[in-house]
């Protein structure tokens, strides 16, 4: 049936129905209800369902999304795949000669996938986090963080010869060239340990000049194991400048977590002996900072990376990214939460604080997880083994009363606020001995091989282009210059 063949409604089916037109502006008359309903409804050369009862469109199976420009009356039909539109199809919307079509106008991103990604996965509400699909807790608890940076940069687990093979090559690349070493040796006293870790890692790139060849998988790989091996011995070397203690070169006999354990604290031993539940628990906390999908640390990798640029050029960018206090510095503002409530007795005080908005509960809450962070879960049996070892950390007692006021109290449960991974991350860090400004660089080493899967993930993404977000102007136009010979008059 079309609606231009209905003069008369009285037969019009009470069933939802099908109408075909090319008209604009019909008015159809629905057969029942009080009286004739009158129904405008805006025509569209397109077969259209809606209720002949309610006038509502009727909920198909079609996966579009029809948009009325009202500034024109014109309707728009545009595909929703994987329940997002393309923003390119908005731009279609009121385009003319005049007119660049319609945008999104999103700062920060809060509603804007950039990617398709199959690296990793978030469910916040459910507090689902899975790498490569296998869930961060069988992770944590099976694995080791060269075992999942191998799952992350290649998408599958290792067999045992890949995984050997994957083993030796990060280990014997864990050496950097003296000439690094000395530029390190450069930086003042003081230096903040993540100025020196950007810095040097953007400076490999010019040690591995052949890595801008990023098409060629056989460059990127060696790139990718580098970047991994080295990152520890960066890392380590930044926290030993601070300290003005001779740095320790890699000791390529032992894992991953122990030789950085080695280059941070070995003194005049000639063998480190590092306690295998500190390696252990520092391997967990790897594994949990090894990716989060789209943070801004990995947009900042992505939007540099689509230049084309190295590979270390667009880590660098994500190390710049995870230096701001937004984004890498929670747990050390955690740190400083708990030193200032001091003791446990001050903790409902300190929560009446956080109530009436004089105070905020760090380490609570998260822009993703409206549940459980489920790594603060895996963290918070982390901290029992490293204080096996190291002594309680008496801030533990405060951390653990927040937690459980908080978690009991209306404020936080109705907010959805519950702790995060940087909750109890910070106390673990102090009891090995890091201070604050090391705690950064302890969530960017292992962090490199989730970048590093999604840079990898972007250059292989034919649909990627270079990142050009546009901008709605707000300046002023076309005024006349007036040199400043007259200006200054
Ligand atoms: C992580 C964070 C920035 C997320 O922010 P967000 O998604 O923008 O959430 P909002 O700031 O909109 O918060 C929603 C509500 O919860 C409250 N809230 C959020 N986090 C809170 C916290 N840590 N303590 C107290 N109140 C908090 C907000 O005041 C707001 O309350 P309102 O609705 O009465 O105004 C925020 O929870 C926070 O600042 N947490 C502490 C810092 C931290 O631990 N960061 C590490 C993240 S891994």
Request: proline share 6%; glycine share 6%.
């Amino acid at each position: 049936m079309t609606a231009s063949q209905h003069n008369d409604y009285s037969d019009y089916p009470a069933t939802p129905v099908k109408v075909k037109t090319g008209l604009a502006n019909v008015t159809l008359l629905s057969r029942r209800g009080r009286g004739d309903t009158k129904l405008e409804w805006v025509a569209h050369p397109r077969d259209r369902y809606f209720s002949d009862v309610t006038g509502d469109p009727i909920v198909t199976d079609k996966q579009t999304l029809t948009i009325r420009d009202n500034r024109s009356g014109e309707e728009y039909e545009v595909e929703i795949t994987d329940g997002s539109i393309r923003a390119a199809d908005l731009g279609k919307i009121g385009k003319s000669d005049d007119d660049p079509g319609l945008s999104v106008y999103d700062p920060g991103f809060t509603n804007t996938a950039s990617t398709r990604s199959a690296v990793t996965y978030i469910d916040g509400e459910k507090g689902i986090l899975e790498y490569r699909g296998y869930p961060i807790e069988q992770l944590a608890e099976s694995s080791t963080y060269l075992e999942v940076a191998y799952l992350l940069i290649h998408g599958e687990l290792p067999t045992k010869e890949q995984h050997d093979q994957w083993v030796h090559e990060i280990t014997f690349h864990t050496f950097v060239h003296e000439n690094l070493k000395s530029q390190l040796q450069g930086f003042r006293y003081d230096a903040h340990p993540m100025g020196m870790l950007l810095s040097s890692v953007g400076a490999l790139s010019t040690f591995y000049p052949e890595a801008n060849k990023i098409k060629d998988p056989q460059v990127r790989h060696d790139q990718i194991v580098r970047m991994i091996a080295k990152m520890p011995t960066l890392g380590a070397w930044a926290f030993r400048h601070a300290q003005g203690k001779p740095y320790v070169y890699p000791d390529n006999d032992l894992s991953y977590t122990e030789n950085f354990l080695s280059m941070l604290f070995r003194m005049s031993e000639p063998k480190y002996d590092p306690d295998p539940r500190l390696a252990k628990a520092l391997e967990v906390l790897f594994i949990l900072h090894a990716d989060h999908e789209q943070n801004a640390s990995t947009n900042a990798v992505r939007s540099v990376g689509s230049s084309q640029v190295d590979p270390y050029s667009a880590v660098t960018a994500g190390i710049a990214a995870l230096y701001g206090p937004l984004h890498g510095g929670a747990n050390e503002a955690v740190l400083k939460m708990l030193k200032r409530i001091k003791t446990k007795d001050n903790v409902p005080a300190f929560i009446e604080g956080v109530k009436n908005g004089e105070e905020r509960l760090m380490g609570f809450g998260h822009r993703v997880y409206k549940n459980y962070d489920p790594r603060a879960t895996i963290i918070k049996k982390a901290c029992d083994d490293v204080f096996e070892v190291t002594g309680v950390n008496p801030l533990l007692e405060v951390a653990q009363e927040l937690e459980k006021i908080a978690l009991e109290d209306e404020y936080f449960v109705k907010r959805k606020l519950y702790p995060n991974v940087d909750f109890y991350s910070g106390l673990i860090y102090e009891a090995l001995q890091f201070p604050p400004e090391m705690f950064t660089v302890l969530f960017a080493i292992p962090r490199t091989s989730g970048w590093l899967a999604q840079w990898l993930e972007l250059v292989d993404d034919p649909e990627q282009k270079i990142a050009r977000p546009k901008q709605i102007y707000t300046g002023a136009r076309q005024l006349d210059f007036v040199p400043s010979s007259e200006r200054w008059k």
